[in-house]
């Protein structure tokens, strides 16, 4: 039987536990069912998104064209320069968390080829943990596939609640949606539990209620950039939590519903409107003022 | 609840820097090109509300115009679409207003030639869109269907009439919206399929009567 109706954690997990498979499993064969093509062709628009979040990632690395305002560019380059001559204090895989989240979103506000995922302004957190994780723990491009469709089917369940937009929920729901799906992901790829999987989504998102979106210039650009690197880490920090059996004291169904709350309760002046907060201080404000005369 | 799926949430491969004010506003334009399918002379956009104010550094200007001219969201000569020879063939202009009943990222494109037609969209969030207008009828099409667009009298027996070809193809319908200016004038259709339509039927259906205007808009692309 196909479950095409799960619009809840809870019913994901139901899902799961009937067929005995893993989320990616139940959300490859609802999605294969809904669109009318097979779970091959299902995997392979997965695989498209994973090869541009890949493409991205090396191109990001390589450049420091700075963005359409000049604001933004160049800072993935200095975090490769500091980690070449110094090692970061958590290894590796934090270094190439950390470069592939800038790299990402770097290369997105230079107008270059990036996977929204689940936004644009969102778009290094999953790649760049995914992708390091999977090269630092040899992970198989299947397996890999398996984590992004995972981090796709965390979000899609998010999205039944809370549009994953700034202008509709704040940060939270962009950025924050994002780290949430990469603790899950990543979660996965470690070999976590479906309840594991949700832990870490869990503790994710509540670690992140209340973040707005208040852009300088209304630009994806500051403070969005540097937030992807943090919350790729803010995903790691998750999933280990989980991993070792850390459970969220409360449901992450219950936490959505708090997402869903919190983004109705946020003042519109800091739901990408840049009417307040950083993009009403005074140093945005004459940023602002230089780049509109312009 | 609509049934949501998991691939709108780690897609589109898109060009940066915006969902909402980049890709949305390629697939818009994309949406838009395919409603007109004529050659136009000029073609005005004007942007609302935050399309408006921050459309300049999100290249919403620049996504619009990729969109008309038939681009991809991943195209990479999005940047520099002022720059393409395509572009330099078309007159266009953008417009910035103000008008908060409508969307956020609002936007109407308006194109002049041997047809003159007027459509209206909004980016709705993540690169989904909504065209909401064409000329003065309500329609509701987001590039997600195969869609079917009908501009006729308001006859008895349109809907039976049109809907009767599709079911003989069987063919599903995912929604139908009609609308009309007043009775016995014009009217619209909107109909978003879930199969897809051949060049045999599209003939039989601009064979009914009393049709003035058909168009076969197909979903966009992931």
Partial sequence: ???????????????????????????????????????????????????????????????NELSLSGMCGADCEKLQKRFSSKGAIFGKTFEKITTYALATSEENLRMGVIVACPTAGSCGIVPSVLVAAAEDFNISEEDQINALITAGEIGRIISNKVALAGAVAGCQAECGVASAMAAGALTQMRGGSIKQIFNAVALAMKNLLGLTCDPVCGLVEIPCVKRN?????????????????????????????????????????????????????????????????? | MAQSSFIDIITPVMVGPSSSHTAGAVRLGLLARNVYDAKPHKITFRLYNSYAQTGFGHGTDKGLLAGVLGLSVDDKRIRNVFDLPEAKLIAYEFEYLEDFNRHPNAVDFIFEGDLNMFVAGDSVGAGEVVIRKINDFTVKFTGKFNTLLLVYRDVPGMISRVTKLIQERNINIASLHCDRYAKGEEASMCICLDGELDEEILKLIEGIENLYLVRYVKKLEQ
């Fill in chain 1, 1 to 63: 039987m196909i479950e095409k109706d799960i619009n809840s954690f809870e019913q994901l997990y139901k899902a799961c536990n009937i067929a005995n498979v893993a989320i990616y499993k139940v959300a490859q064969t609802r999605e294969a069912y809904l669109s009318e093509k097979t779970e091959l062709e299902v995997r392979k628009t997965v695989k498209r998104s994973l090869d541009a979040m890949k493409a991205a990632i090396k191109s990001g690395l390589k450049s």
């Fill in chain 1, 229 to 294: 690197a943090f919350l790729a880490i803010h995903a790691v920090t998750a999933s280990e939590l989980a991993l070792a059996g850390i459970e969220s004291k409360i449901p992450l169904d219950e936490i959505i519903d708090a997402l869903e709350q919190t983004g109705k309760l946020m003042s519109p002046t800091l739901k990408e409107s840049s009417q307040a907060g950083l993009a009403k201080t005074k140093t945005a404000i004459t940023l602002e003022n230089r780049l509109f005369k312009k």
